[in-house]
């Protein structure tokens, strides 16, 4: 009905001439009074109007902050724009935001890791030693240097994994061999 401009028009053009009553316009169009009332009363449909803005309690004291980085990210170059957690983080770290998660503020995904996905898999207790994440170790293909200051950051031991030394790999030789 709304999308229609041209049965909008019609209605509009029949009624206010007189060719057609109110009532008949609703019974001839199908329509209910009520909407017969927006359609007199606009040249073209409103569209979607709201009563009053809605309520954001949690969100409401750090929006003009949001406003004001995401004003100053319209002059940066495009990769170095700020991402949803990203402003999540500076509200948490530089204005002591707390009230909420990134998860709750935008409908994104939950972010608990630097990868921008939640921890998985057991958690180290304080009993046992941590071991270190995949990401951790030095084998290609698995990360490298930033992978190890992470890994450090959160408390596992980082090893270094590669080949055996020389000397063992020729007595593995001579143990096949003989």
Known sequence: MYADMELWAEIRRRVLTGEISKRQACRVYHIHWATLRKVL????????RRTRPPRRPTIE?????????????????????????RIWQRLR???????TSPASMWATPPTGSAS???????????SSPPTPPASATS?????????HRRAKELGYEVRKVGPPPADDLAGAAQARAG
Do not use: C, N, W
Request: proline share 17%.
């Open 61 to 85: 004291p750090v929006l003009p902050i949001i406003r004001q980085i995401l004003a100053d990210d319209t002059t940066a170059p495009k990769k170095q724009r700020h991402t949803a957690y």
């Open 116 to 126: 921008g996905r939640p921890p998985t898999g057991p958690t180290p207790s304080a």
């Open 41 to 48: 009363a606009h040249e073209e449909p409103p569209g979607y």
């Open 139 to 147: 084998s290609p293909g698995y990360g490298g240097a930033g992978s």
């Open 93 to 99: 770290d530089e204005h002591g935001f707390t009230r």
